[in-house]
């Protein structure tokens, strides 16, 4: 496993697709529960593991003064009081173009075009560069507390 195990007991399904909501909504023009149900059924296959890495690496690179365990105790206590608020929406940048992609590609929303365009050289970059901007994001939301 690329992050801690505790990660994945605290920052569930639930808790990661309710922060990513606001943001996948406003992106897409669609109702917040759409979104919802969308971001579900997306992190439900690799797409999950590849994401906690990316927010592992991003908490690490974030918060210095903490060793693993503090970290991780960090997000517990940030999740303590209200686990399934969902998260502040964001701009779409480039990057998170491209995580949103990955994410329409996971649940099929996303048309062939699509698909070859991230296959490419560019695109596995970009999809690369979304991972790691959806990382930070919620990196920073699973530690924004106490």
């Known amino acids: 496993m690329r992050y801690p195990p505790r990660l994945g007991h605290l920052a569930t399904r639930p808790v990661v697709v309710n922060r990513l909501v606001p943001t996948y909504a406003r992106a897409h023009q669609i109702d917040e529960q759409e979104a919802g149900q969308r971001l579900t ?22 918060v210095k003064r903490l060793d693993e365990q503090g970290l991780l105790e960090k997000v517990a206590t940030t999740l303590e009081e209200r686990p399934l608020r969902y998260g502040r929406a964001v701009d779409t940048t480039p990057a998170w173009s491209a ?27 970009m999809m690369a560069a ?17």
């Open 130 to 146: 979304g991972l790691a901007e959806a990382g930070l994001f919620l990196a920073t939301e699973l530690t924004r507390g106490k």
């Open 41 to 62: 059924r997306a992190l439900a296959g690799s797409l999950w593991e590849d994401l906690l890495e990316a927010t592992w690496e991003a908490m690490k690179g974030r």
């Open 99 to 125: 995580f949103m992609m990955m994410l329409d590609l996971e649940i099929g929303t996303a048309g062939d075009a699509a698909r070859r365009v991230m296959e490419t050289e560019q695109g596995r970059k």
